[in-house]
Nanobody
């Protein structure tokens, strides 16, 4: 069992920055990810990483603007979001999976069903 608690959301103007945090506790998860559920759209992957391998896969919309990282000592995953756009608005969910990818593999940004554990979600609103 993995517990996930997000924090750090809020409202900013376009061009601004926010940092989301996801504190994990419980069992060891090898895959962690951020998903976004924008109004009127399906939930989509934003970034996913294999814990301990320091490799993050980003959605095209996040590439170059978002940076995902993991503090192993604190078991916290961070998503630094810069140059935010109104289309980044949505509810962001932290997710974790016990799935351990083979070496060189990824957790699968599109594989939402792979993630057994989800946080409660946190809202991000970017105004133009």
């Amino acid at each position: 069992l993995v517990q996930l608690v997000e924090s750090g959301g809020g409202s900013v103007q376009a061009g601004g920055s926010l940092r989301l945090s996801c504190r994990a506790s419980g069992d060891t998860s090898y895959c962690m990810a951020w998903f976004r559920h924008a109004p009127g759209q399906e939930r989509e992957g934003v970034a996913t990483m294999v814990i301990g391998r320091d490799r993050t896969i980003y959605a095209g919309s996040a590439e170059g603007r978002f940076t995902n990282s993991y503090d192993n000592a604190k078991s916290i995953m961070y998503l630094q979001m810069n140059t935010l756009k109104p289309e980044d608005t949505g509810k962001y969910y932290c997710a974790a999976a016990l799935y351990r990818p083979p070496w060189g593999g990824s957790c699968g940004l599109q594989e939402q069903n792979r993630f057994e554990y989800w946080g409660q979600g946190i809202s991000v609103t970017v105004s133009s």
